[in-house]
């Protein structure tokens, strides 16, 4: 099925540093959504962007709609253990969520 | 409980064999929704019920896959003759109403044909 570009596919940063990771796509949406999943659980909603060039803060996470609505990033600051797993970014067209392959972020000790 | 909450957490079945996978939504969400995740993938959505009605199924891969949501709450996705590359995580999400708040998930049941 569809999905979305995000990038990179994985990450390996040290604690404290910032990480950054983006999603595009070739189809225009109307929100953006960041998740997070950890293993063996289901994704939980980070971030959600609903108007295009709108940039949100969550804590140390900050995430912007693409003024063109195909593309949006997260930004992670001072990362620290507990931000690893694997983030996901998703396009929502009404109800339908098309999701990207994921960022796996690895914090290296 | 406050989230959603999926059951079995696991299932291991031989090919051939017969899964039904729950699916228990927020308390007061309208809407419901399966999708399949694939190792190294986001998830794939397979359905999306409005209500006990199913408003969109066209995710389902083929006519062994069947979901019900006879009272409006609690869901069931059904697998008939099960082949090994049903095998993956099955992700059940609700939302208050189909356009009006986001999607939250459940653990998923992570099913696997031997």
């Known amino acids: 099925g569809q999905q979305l570009n995000q990038s990179p596919q994985s990450m390996f940063i040290q604690e404290g540093e910032d990480v950054s990771m983006n999603c595009t796509s070739s189809?225009?949406?109307?929100?953006w959504l960041w998740y997070k999943q950890d293993p063996g659980e289901g994704p939980v909603l980070l971030i959600a962007l609903y108007k295009a060039g709108e940039l949100t803060s969550n804590g140390r996470l900050t995430a912007q709609f693409g003024i063109t609505r195909k593309d949006s990033f997260l930004n992670i600051s001072a990362s620290i253990p507990s931000d690893v797993g694997i983030y996901f970014c998703?396009?929502?067209?009404?109800?339908?969520?098309?999701w990207g392959a994921g960022t796996k972020l690895i914090i290296k000790p | 409980g406050a989230g959603v909450s999926q059951t079995p957490s696991n299932k291991v079945t031989e090919k051939g064999k017969y899964v039904e996978l729950r699916c228990d939504p927020i308390s007061g969400h309208t809407a419901l929704y399966w999708y399949r995740q694939s190792l190294g993938q986001g998830p794939e959505f397979l359905i999306y019920?409005?209500?006990?009605?199913?408003?969109?199924d066209s995710g389902l891969p083929n006519d062994r896959f069947f979901a019900v949501r006879p009272e409006g709450s609690v869901s069931t996705l059904k697998i008939q003759r099960t082949e090994r590359g049903d095998s993956a995580v099955y992700l059940c999400?609700?939302?208050?109403?189909?356009?009006?708040?986001?999607?939250?998930f459940g653990p998923g049941t992570r099913l696997t044909v031997l």
């Open positions: 189809s225009i949406f109307n929100t």
């Open positions: 999400a609700s939302s208050l109403t189909e356009s009006g708040g986001e999607q939250f």
């Open positions: 019920f409005q209500g006990t009605g199913a408003a969109d």
């Open positions: 998703a396009g929502r067209s009404n109800y339908q969520l098309i």
